[in-house]
């Protein structure tokens, strides 16, 4: 298949494409450059660039991969508007299906295939002192097993992050938390790993074939934390409720005292 993959969630833009060769095998090219704030603006001719240097054409591809989060709120939403948008106008308007892949899960299989690690505690910076993490299983002839329920799949402080003996944890928080993430897990078992777009490509042909594909219009994001800022009414509440909390100064107009 002609697939075009992309990952926008972490500070590192990741694209790939790749497309069979005359032999059977699958050539893929493959380019990282700086994400976050960047992303939006150096994704579509990235992916322009990548897809001429295949020899392919947005009438070319058969579907859009993307990672669909956890990950940064604005790279999420970058990276599902630009699959949306692409697939609905691939191959002369007629649209191709997307597949939206967890970044967790491109973390593990990242780990795997960069550390050889088949048992996976992925895990990614959510800044505001917590990491997302989820967690994976790899077994031969079936692939990636997710954890059961009960299990990791969530939001956690560093410290509270739990890794049972025999797993690795893989991701970028390490880098954030130090030893602050997974407290008493040897620094070995600590490997560094990005959702990156070869990892989603590998991924791609099981998740297809388990139906994973949607129409363009299913190009949506996973959050994991509702939110990151309050709105306006929120903060304004807020202020009203904590000076309804602060009890009058005897005698004069009440007085709020802070202290360092």
Not at 78 to 106: E, I, W, Y
Not at 134 to 153: C, H, M, P
């Given at each position: 298949m002609h697939l075009l993959a992309f990952d926008t969630s972490t500070?590192?833009?990741?694209i790939a494409v790749q497309r069979p060769a005359a032999d059977g095998a699958v050539q893929t090219w493959e380019r990282s450059a700086p994400g976050g704030a960047q992303a939006?603006?150096?994704?579509?001719?990235?992916?322009?660039g990548m897809l001429a240097e295949a020899g392919l054409?947005?009438?070319?591809?058969?579907?859009i991969v993307f990672g669909r989060g956890p990950g940064s709120f604005t790279g999420l939403r970058t990276a599902c508007s630009v699959a949306q948008g692409l697939a609905f106008g691939a191959r002369g308007g007629q649209g191709v299906p997307v597949l939206p892949v967890d970044t967790l899960l491109a973390v593990a299989e990242e780990a795997r295939a960069a550390h050889g690690c088949t048992r996976v505690v992925a895990v990614l910076?959510?800044?505001?002192d917590e990491v997302y993490a989820a967690r994976y299983a790899w077994e031969a002839g079936t692939g990636w097993q997710a954890a059961q329920e009960g299990d990791a799949f969530g939001l956690y402080a560093?410290?509270?992050?739990?890794v049972p003996e025999g797993y690795a944890v893989a991701g970028n928080a390490r880098a954030a938390y130090g030893e602050r993430l997974a407290p008493g897990v040897p620094a070995a078992a600590h490997v560094s790993a990005l959702p990156t777009a070869a990892a989603l490509l590998r991924l791609a042909p099981a998740?297809?074939?388990?139906?994973?594909?949607?129409p363009a219009a299913g190009a949506l994001p996973r959050y994991v934390r509702d939110k990151v800022a309050q709105t306006t009414a929120e903060r304004a509440a807020a202020r009203e409720a904590a000076a309804a909390a602060v009890p009058p100064s005897a005698g004069g107009p009440?007085?709020?005292?802070?202290?360092?």
């Amino acid at each position: 298949m002609h697939l075009l993959a992309f990952d926008t969630s972490t500070d590192t833009l990741s694209i790939a494409v790749q497309r069979p060769a005359a032999d059977g095998a699958v050539q893929t090219w493959e380019r990282s450059a700086p994400g976050g704030a960047q992303a939006s603006a150096g994704l579509l001719p990235a992916i322009r660039g990548m897809l001429a240097e295949a020899g392919l054409s947005f009438d070319t591809l058969d579907a859009i991969v993307f990672g669909r989060g956890p990950g940064s709120f604005t790279g999420l939403r970058t990276a599902c508007s630009v699959a949306q948008g692409l697939a609905f106008g691939a191959r002369g308007g007629q649209g191709v299906p997307v597949l939206p892949v967890d970044t967790l899960l491109a973390v593990a299989e990242e780990a795997r295939a960069a550390h050889g690690c088949t048992r996976v505690v992925a895990v990614l910076d959510a800044r505001m002192d917590e990491v997302y993490a989820a967690r994976y299983a790899w077994e031969a002839g079936t692939g990636w097993q997710a954890a059961q329920e009960g299990d990791a799949f969530g939001l956690y402080a560093p410290e509270a992050l739990a890794v049972p003996e025999g797993y690795a944890v893989a991701g970028n928080a390490r880098a954030a938390y130090g030893e602050r993430l997974a407290p008493g897990v040897p620094a070995a078992a600590h490997v560094s790993a990005l959702p990156t777009a070869a990892a989603l490509l590998r991924l791609a042909p099981a998740l297809l074939a388990a139906g994973g594909a949607v129409p363009a219009a299913g190009a949506l994001p996973r959050y994991v934390r509702d939110k990151v800022a309050q709105t306006t009414a929120e903060r304004a509440a807020a202020r009203e409720a904590a000076a309804a909390a602060v009890p009058p100064s005897a005698g004069g107009p009440s007085s709020v005292s802070s202290q360092a």
